[in-house]
Each structure stands twice: as C-alpha cells, then as structure tokens.
C-alpha cells in the first residue's frame, strides 16, 4: 500500500483554563491513498483532534508534538496557508473561533492546502455555510479560490457539484440560502464545497450524526460514491462503530487520546484484539441483538 | 383488559408555514397500558416530537382526545392539570440546558419536589440524597454544579427530575440519542429496572430502530404526521410492512460480527 499520509509518535495537549489537556498521545498511524479509513471512538476520545491535526486546523493555543508526514508526489506546495471560506470557525471550541485557528508549529513535509488538498466536512453543515450567502456563490468561491477559474466557470463547476451530490433541484438551490435546506440537504451543499476543488482527502467528522438514520444512510452512499468516483482517501470519524464499518476498510479504535488498536474492518469487528474493542462492539445496540428486554435479572 | 394508562385519539396538529397548512400531527391514535414501553419511531419531521409536546400538554392539539389515568386530560386546569402533572413526566435530549451551568444538582431536583408539595427542607434534601442513589448517583453528586457532571451523569440526573413527583408516565423524546453507546446502554438499563420496579409507563421516541427492539414493547412508526404502521416491537422491526417502516429497518447500520465486514460488500 502507498502512504497518503505517515502520523508518528503525535501527541496534541490542549491548554484550558491554566491546566493541560492531552488530547492525542503518542499516535503513529499511516494511511493508505485511496482507502476508506475510519477513525472510531467515545467522545473525548480524540477523534477531532486528529481530524483538525491533519488537515491543519488545530487552534494555534495546542501544543503539538511528532511528525505527520505527507507522501504526495504531485502536492501543489501552498505559498501561503489561508483557511478557505468553507471551513467553519469553530466557535463552539476556541474562545478566539477561527482567527485563531493557523497551522500548528508541526513537523510536516510538504503541507496540503487545507480546502485544496484536503475536503472537510463537519457534523454541523450550517457551521460551514455562510447564511447570507446564496449556496451556489459559496460553492463557486471555492472552485474559483483553489482552481483559478472564472467566475462563470465556477459557477458552472458549482451546478455540477449540487448535481453530483444528488440535491433535487439543483438550479433552485444554487440561489437558495442554507436555511432554506433541510439539514441532509445542507450536509449534501457542504460535501460539494468540501470536494470542489478536487482534494485528495476528504475528512468527515461525524457528518451524519445530527441526521436521522434514513438520511444518514444517504449521505453514507453518496460519500461512498463520490470518494469512489474521484480516487479521493477518505478519513471517516464516527462514534458509531456499526456506521464506520459499513463504509471503511480500516478502523482505528481511539479511547482517552491512545490508538487502542488498527485493522481491516472485517478483523476489528470479528476479531478484535482489544478489550475496549470488544465493549465497543456489546454495547452496539443492532436490530437482531437480544433485546434488552427480556434479559433475566436486569441489573445495572 | 383493563383501561389504558394513556390513550390518544384523533390527534392532529397543524402549522402554518409560507401560507399553507401542514398537519404535523395527523389523526394519530395510540394507547399505553401501565408499565408498558410504547415506541414513537419516523424520520426527522415525521411528528414525533409534537406528539410528545401534545401529550405532555406543552401545545394543545387542533382536534383529538387525550384520556390519561382514566380522565379526560385535556380539559384539567389550573389546580387539577398541575395535580395530574406530577403523574406525567418528560426527560429530553438535553433537560439540563434550561438550567444555569453554575447551579447545584440539587437544585434541578429540588424545584420538582417543592412543587408538588414536599415542603419541611430537610425532607426535601433527604428526599434528593435517595433519588440519586435510585438512579445509581452517589448523594455526594448534589452539592456538585451542573456544568460538572459528565453526559450520562446528567441523563440520571434528568430522570431522577422525572421520578420524584412518582409518575405513571414518562415521554422521553430522543433522551439517550446523544449519550455514547456504553452510557446509553447503562441509562437503558436504569430505565427498564425502573420501570420493573415502579411499573412507570414510558413513551419512547426514537429515530434508533436498535435502542427500540431493545427496550420497546410496542412500536408507531409514523410518517409525514400519520401512522404508518404499529404493533409488537420486535415483530414490526424484524418484518416491516410499510414503506417507511422498510426504509428504517434498511438504514440501521448493522454489524456483521461472525464473517466478512460489510464494508466488502459494495
Ligand atoms: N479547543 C480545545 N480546547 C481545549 N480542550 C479541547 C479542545 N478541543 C478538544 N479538547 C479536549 O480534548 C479532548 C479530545 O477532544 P476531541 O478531539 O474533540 O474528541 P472527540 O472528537 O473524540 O470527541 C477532550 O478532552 C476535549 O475536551
Ligand atoms: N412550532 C412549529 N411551527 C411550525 N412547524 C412546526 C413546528 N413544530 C414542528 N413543526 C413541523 O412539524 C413537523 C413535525 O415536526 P416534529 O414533531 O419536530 O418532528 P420529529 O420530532 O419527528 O422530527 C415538521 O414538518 C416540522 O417542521
Ligand atoms: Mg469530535
Ligand atoms: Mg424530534
């Protein structure tokens, strides 16, 4: 397998109010170009952090220790890194929301472009979406921004993406604004901002988890489609370990900022190695699993 | 058999929205007997969360009947309807967010015990002490601010809420939605050895077909405001008969422990 991206030894400490957090201990992982990988765990786990590690968005207060090294032939080397439009302030998490929020001082070679190289998407759409702008001038931004073309090109790039990700009236949402959509509808406006410029990575952090199983599943499609479709490397972050092994190939298991334990999603699911794992795994309530119910002697 | 707890007729609930009318709720009919576990499911905007508001009194319905413990429950007012609440409670997805981070546990559980008439102060903080340790609390949790405890501390500390007035009925309206699956689990767990227990009734809702066939014995599953298809839990989720019922049921992830993982399946 060639590396997209080699992670070692990554430890990220977060500093809230005058005491540290480590949100990410000693993490080495690579991940493979192409496949789907799916980063899994509690909340709190860390997760996120990684999500934000790679794609460079981690809020300039966290301390960031390791390497995340980039084996991109062809990287198109950034002259100046500048979060795109796209990407949401993160208000809800550094009281500075995204001003703040550059490039840690980590030891990276070649650094993606974060909109260019690297797509993501977030659990909250509308965090990404600008409210006062029409959807389709948000969308044309972003190829304009990241793929030198005009105006009328992109926004041409933008009707096609809202094709693509299968919005039913694709011309009556390049004029709408995010509120008018459904929130599966804005999850779908925000995966095309994520993919117009044509990433190599796409990240999704917990993208379906705010919408209701039947729309989740739909955007679990799409994604499968579109990642598919353009050869892109997809990092999937889930809490929902049954969700994560529908999609990915691997699975890392995350608990308290550690790698508890990497492999084929066949393997984690029907082997795992590790006891946290295996809890994961029991506590998943499935269809078929015997109901709660009817167990004896229902104790806590 | 005897006379359902709650029994729900003809409900409907319509909105004005951009000019047209919806019926958010449409003609819905239901009952719950006592002790028993009775499922809302449907896709987002189905009407699951205006029916828990209906029944809770929270709006009032454009048409319909709601007889709980034997009474027409609409008609109540003022002193009766505050009475007859005490038997009817709510824990929701995030029931602490009302209150001021900074306030003390014991607050949440002191405003429901004062105002269904426990009076002398000392009871009342001997009566919080045991209803922490009912859903497996320490006492010590109730001198604690609120912005401390952990999601699943919370949802115990929402349900003792609920317990205190000693309901016969309790809606829950997507409560364990947000809770990681090991907590979940646990809070499911409490709700079933409470309901062993008490014999409370629970109005379920829940967009999770999984957290359903665990701890639901009857299953709505609603679509656009109606019914589009009810009975035995395990029955309905295992062979669903509806469109929407099929289209749940299809879309619950699922987990393939024994052979190759799903993702191989394409
Ligand atoms: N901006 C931040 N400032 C301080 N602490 C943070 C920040 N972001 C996350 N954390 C903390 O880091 C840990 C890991 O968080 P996160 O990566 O968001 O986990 P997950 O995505 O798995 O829920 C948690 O303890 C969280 O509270
Ligand atoms: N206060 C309101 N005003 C207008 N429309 C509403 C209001 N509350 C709910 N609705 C509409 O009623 C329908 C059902 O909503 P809801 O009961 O919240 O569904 P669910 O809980 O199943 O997601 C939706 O179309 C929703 O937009
Ligand atoms: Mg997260
Ligand atoms: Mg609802």
């Known amino acids: 397998m060639t590396a997209l991206l080699s992670i070692r030894d990554l430890t990220v400490t977060y500093r809230r109010d005058g005491s540290e957090v480590a949100a990410l201990k000693h993490v080495s992982l690579d991940v493979a170009a192409g496949e789907r990988f799916a980063i899994i765990g509690e909340s709190g786990s860390g997760k996120s952090t990684l999500a934000l590690a790679i794609a460079g968005l981690l809020p300039g207060s966290s301390k960031v220790g390791g390497s995340i090294e980039w084996k991109l032939p062809n990287l198109r080397l950034p002259h100046s890194f500048a979060p795109p439009s796209v990407l949401p302030d993160m208000s809800g998490r550094t009281e500075g929301g995204a001003t703040e929020r550059r490039p840690s001082a ?11 190289d690297i797509g993501f998407v977030f659990q909250d759409p509308s965090a990404s979406l600008d409210p006062v702008m029409a959807i389709g001038e948000q969308i044309a931004e972003v190829a304009r921004t ?8 992109s926004y041409a790039k933008a009707k096609s993406l809202l094709e693509r990700v299968r919005l039913p009236d694709p011309d009556a949402a390049l004029r709408a604004y995010p509120h008018q959509l459904s929130g599966g509808q804005k999850q779908r406006v925000a995966i095309a901002a994520a993919i117009a410029a044509g990433p190599k990575l796409l990240i999704a952090d917990e993208a379906t988890s705010a919408l209701d199983t039947i729309v989740q599943a739909e955007i679990v499609a799409l994604i499968r489609q579109l990642v598919a479709e353009d050869g892109m490397t997809l990092l999937f972050v889930s809490h929902d370990i049954a969700l994560a092994a529908e999609l990915a190939e691997r699975i890392a298991v995350f608990r308290h900022g550690e790698l508890v334990e990497l492999g084929a999603t066949a393997q984690i699911i029907a082997s795992p190695r590790h006891a946290y794992t295996r809890a994961l795994l029991d506590a998943h309530l499935g269809l078929d699993a015997e109901p709660l119910l009817r167990q004896a002697g229902a104790t806590r | 058999m005897s006379s359902p707890l709650l029994a729900v007729s003809g409900l409907t609930k319509r909105y004005r929205r951009g000019g047209k009318t919806i019926a958010a709720v449409d003609d819905i009919s239901f009952h719950i007997e006592p002790g028993e576990t009775l499922a809302l499911a ?10 828990a508001r209906l029944v809770l009194r929270l709006i009032e319905p454009d048409a319909g009947h709601i ?3 034997g009474g027409d429950f609409l008609s109540l007012n003022g002193a009766a309807l505050r009475a007859r609440r005490a038997r009817l409670q709510m824990v929701f997805q995030d029931p602490l967010a009302a209150f001021n981070p900074r306030a003390m546990v014991a607050r949440v559980l002191d405003d429901p015990l004062r105002t269904h008439g426990v009076a002398s102060r000392p009871e009342r903080t001997r009566r919080i002490a045991a209803l922490l340790e009912r859903v497996g609390l320490s006492a010590d949790l109730a001198a604690r601010a609120i912005h401390e405890v952990s999601g699943g501390q919370r949802q115990r500390i929402a349900i003792a809420r609920a317990i205190a007035t000693k309901p016969s009925l309790i809606v829950l309206d997507e409560a364990v939605s947000a809770l990681d699956v ?3 689990r646990q809070i499911l767990q409490l709700l079933l050895d409470l309901q062993r227990q008490e014999r409370i009734a629970y109005l379920f809702i829940s967009h999770d077909l999984g957290v359903i066939s665990a701890i639901a014995h009857r299953v709505v599953i609603l679509d656009a405001g109606r019914v589009a298809e009810s009975g035995n839990a395990r029955a309905v989720i295992g062979a669903p008969q509806s469109a929407i019922g099929k289209a749940l049921v299809a879309a619950a992830p699922k987990l393939n422990r024994t052979s190759q993982g799903a993702a191989d399946r394409q």
């Not at chain 1, 990241?146 to 090109?153: A, C, D, E, R, V």
């Open chain 2, 67 to 69: 007889e709980f413990e």
């Open chain 2, 42 to 51: 449907g896709p987002s905007g189905s009407g699951k969360s205006t029916i």
């Open chain 2, 182 to 184: 090991s907590v979940r």
């Open chain 1, 106 to 116: 980590i030891a990276t070679s070649h650094m993606p472009l974060g909109g260019r």
């Open chain 1, 146 to 153: 990241h793929l030198g073309l005009t105006w009328s090109q």
